[in-house]
């Protein structure tokens, strides 16, 4: 039974790469911010030995040195998931709440396995779309030759650097690889917006992930005066899909040195809207109007996600099965 560290365990993404992992029988360590929620994410898995699920905490993972006892482990770590990466909106300052995290958490945990965890075969990184794309000159076609740029100067910007942070942040991750040349190789996963089911561990709606907020808004009637827009962005994964590739990423032996861009389709909020409105037709009063205007670009970019399907076997669940299965998790925890 191979053996893995999970950062960031608390995150949404990680917490379904987490449920992944456990059902493909690995044991798993995460990493998260404080006791409180890794006793959360214990209580969440009552049903998991402790043996095949533990966590420790790393309080601040732009520290330096953040991740040296974390990455020590006997029997040792194989692989290492790290997701840990700060996204939301509440930007006081760009280089210490994105930029010093995103970059200096990425390195940090390369920089840790290098030195402390021999055993380490593989480091997958989740990244993101906003590495590929170019909201100011998109290409006709997405995929993973392709890089966003940015300059220092925009990611000042606090609407820039989320984007400029994961530039950063995955570039000098590969030039870690490159100049370091570690034992062991690494993977990127560049997810787009990620929607699906809530974590187990959720404690109320008001903590649910950035991406899924459009979703809770509609169903909270929120947005039923005025649909709000939805770019920049018109690309979205189901978060199980998302996470699976991470377990694909360390399962499949010729994904090593390689990004995937694990997109599902594309989606505006009037679809999501309408699929809402559809499956719950008890919601349709919280609902926008029906004839709102769907504000998806005739000519949206397109995006091959072939290498995704090809080399770790994804298969896309489709947006109206992701929103149904979304907005159940979330009755579930109450709106």
Same mark, same amino acid.
Not at 79 to 90: C, D, G, L
Not at 194 to 205: D, S, T, Y
């Given at each position: 039974m191979a053996k893995v560290l999970l950062t960031g365990g608390s995150g949404f993404i990680a917490s379904h790469v987490l449920d992944t992992l456990l059902n493909h029988?690995?044991? /798993?360590?995460?990493?998260?911010?404080?006791?409180?929620?890794?006793? $959360?994410? @214990?209580?969440?898995?009552?049903?998991t030995s402790k043996k095949n699920l533990s966590y420790i905490v790393v309080e601040d993972i732009a520290q330096?040195?953040?991740?040296?006892?974390?990455?020590? !482990?006997? #029997?040792?770590?194989?692989?290492?998931?790290?997701?840990?990466? #700060?996204?939301?909106?509440?930007?006081?300052?760009?280089?210490?709440?994105?930029?010093?995290?995103? &970059?200096?958490?990425?390195?940090? &945990?390369?920089? !840790? /396995?290098?030195?402390?965890? *021999?055993?380490v075969k593989r480091v997958v990184v989740t990244s993101s779309s906003a590495t590929i794309l170019s909201p100011s000159n998109h290409s006709k076609v997405y995929d993973e030759t392709i890089w966003g740029t940015t300059t220092w100067e925009e990611a000042m910007n606090p609407r820039m650097a989320y984007r400029a942070s994961k530039i950063y942040a995955e570039k000098a991750a590969w030039d870690f690889i490159d100049k370091e040349e570690?034992?062991?190789?690494?993977? /990127?996963?560049?997810? *787009? @917006? /990620?929607?699906?089911?809530?974590?187990?561990? @959720?404690?109320? @709606?008001?903590?649910?992930?950035?991406?899924?907020?459009?979703?809770?808004?509609?169903? %909270?009637?929120?947005?039923?005066?005025?649909? *709000? #827009?939805t770019g920049p962005v018109f690309i979205w994964v189901d978060v199980r899909d998302a996470a699976l590739?991470?377990? $694909?990423?360390?399962?499949?032996? %010729?994904?090593?040195?390689?990004?995937?861009?694990?997109?599902?389709?594309?989606? !505006?909020?009037? $679809?999501i809207a309408d699929i809402i409105r559809e499956s719950h037709p008890e919601l349709a009063s919280k609902m926008p109007l029906e004839d709102a205007a769907d504000d998806m670009p005739a000519d949206v970019y397109g995006f091959d996600n072939k290498k995704s399907r090809e080399v770790l076997g994804l298969s896309y669940r489709d947006l109206k099965?992701?929103?149904d299965d979304a907005i159940k998790s979330m009755m579930d925890v109450g709106v």
């Open positions: 029988g690995f044991q /798993v360590v995460v990493t998260v911010r404080s006791e409180e929620k890794g006793h $959360r994410i @214990l209580e969440a898995h009552l049903d330096n040195g953040a991740f040296d006892d974390a990455v020590k !482990s006997e #029997p040792p770590f194989q692989f290492v998931i790290h997701t840990a990466s #700060p996204y939301h909106f509440n930007i006081q300052d760009p280089v210490k709440d994105f930029l010093d995290p995103a &970059i200096k958490g990425t390195t940090g &945990i390369l920089k !840790s /396995v290098k030195a402390h965890a *021999p055993a570690p034992a062991f190789d690494m993977v /990127v996963i560049n997810p *787009p @917006l /990620v929607f699906g089911p809530a974590p187990r561990h @959720l404690p109320n @709606l008001d903590a649910l992930n950035t991406s899924n907020h459009r979703i809770r808004d509609m169903i %909270q009637g929120k947005a039923k005066e005025s649909l *709000p #827009p590739a991470h377990v $694909r990423a360390i399962e499949v032996p %010729q994904a090593g040195g390689q990004r995937f861009f694990v997109v599902a389709g594309h989606f !505006s909020n009037k $679809r099965t992701c929103v």
